[in-house]
């Protein structure tokens, strides 16, 4: 079993920054693969926004892309989100991949509004 656990987000305005944390941690040793953010809107589909590899390979989707940077320490990820904009309000969630299975953070609520 692996736990998932973020932090950080909140209330910023148009243009500002917020930084987010993701922690996975086992009962047992395990091997966490990808880790990844999604982030979801109501009414909407889940959006994969970035993800970064065991070896630090990174990707983006399009809408972040040079706004958003991912980073990672052994198994605590980091997104930071600078020139935030109003349609980047959402919640964000955290995913840690084993072998064997995705294990899902319960998710931090960024909005961004003036």
């Known amino acids: 079993q692996v736990e998932v656990v973020e932090s950080g987000g909140g209330l910023v305005q148009p243009g500002g920054s917020l930084r987010l944390s993701c922690g996975a941690s086992?009962?047992?040793?395990?091997?966490?693969?990808?880790m990844a953010w999604h982030r979801q809107v109501p009414g909407k589909q889940r959006e994969l926004v970035a993800s970064?590899?065991?070896?630090?390979t990174t990707t983006y989707a399009d809408s972040v892309k040079g706004r958003f940077a991912i980073t990672r320490d052994k198994d605590v990820m980091s997104l930071q989100m600078n020139a935030l904009q109003p349609e980047d309000t959402a919640v964000y969630l955290c995913?840690?991949?084993?072998?064997?299975?995705?294990?899902w953070g319960r998710g931090a609520q960024v909005t961004v509004s003036s």
């Open positions: 995913s840690a991949n084993t072998n064997l299975r995705a294990y």
């Open positions: 086992g009962s047992e040793p395990v091997v966490i693969y990808t």
């Open positions: 970064i590899s065991r070896s630090g």
